[in-house]
C-alpha cells in the first residue's frame, strides 16, 4: 500500500553533513507517523528520530543537537538533517511510516535503505 525510497546516503568525512530523504508513495502520507532508524554493523537496528503526523519530534540522545527530522506532507516526503557526522554514525538508515490506533499497529512500512559511511 505505501512504497518507501530513501534517498541522499554517501560518503562523508568527520564532521561533515548529509541530508537523507525518504520520498512516500501509495497512501495519505499526512497520517502516518514517520521515523529513521539506523543499523550498524553488527549492531541491532536503532530508533534514530521520529515525528508524528502533528509534527511532535523525539530524537535518541546520540543525535540531539546534531539531527534534525521534518516532514513536508505537501511533498509526502520526510528529511533527516545529519550534522556533525561522527564515524559511528556509519550505518544503514531506514525510512519507517506507521499508523497506530491506541497500542495497536494498524500499518507499518519500511523502504531498503540507504548507506551511510562516515570515515574518521
Known amino acids: 500500500q505505501v512504497q518507501l525510497v530513501e534517498s541522499g546516503g554517501g560518503l562523508v568525512q568527520f564532521g561533515g553533513s548529509l541530508r537523507l530523504s525518504c520520498a512516500a508513495s501509495?497512501?495519505?502520507?499526512?497520517?502516518?507517523?514517520m521515523g529513521w532508524y539506523r543499523q550498524a554493523p553488527g549492531k541491532q537496528r536503532e530508533l534514530v528520530a521520529t515525528?508524528?503526523?502533528?509534527?511532535?519530534?523525539n530524537y535518541a540522545d546520540s543525535v540531539k543537537g546534531r539531527f534534525t527530522i521534518s516532514r513536508d506532507n505537501a511533498k509526502n516526503t520526510v528529511y533527516l538533517q545529519m550534522n556533525s557526522l561522527k564515524p559511528e554514525d556509519t550505518a544503514v538508515y531506514y525510512c519507517?511510516?506507521?499508523?497506530?490506533?491506541?497500542?495497536?499497529?494498524?500499518?507499518?512500512?519500511w523502504g531498503q535503505g540507504t548507506q551511510v559511511t562516515v570515515s574518521s
Open positions: 519507517n511510516a506507521d499508523h497506530t490506533i491506541a497500542t495497536i499497529s494498524i500499518e507499518n512500512y
Open positions: 501509495g497512501s495519505i502520507f499526512s497520517i502516518y507517523a
Open positions: 515525528i508524528t503526523s502533528g509534527g511532535s519530534t
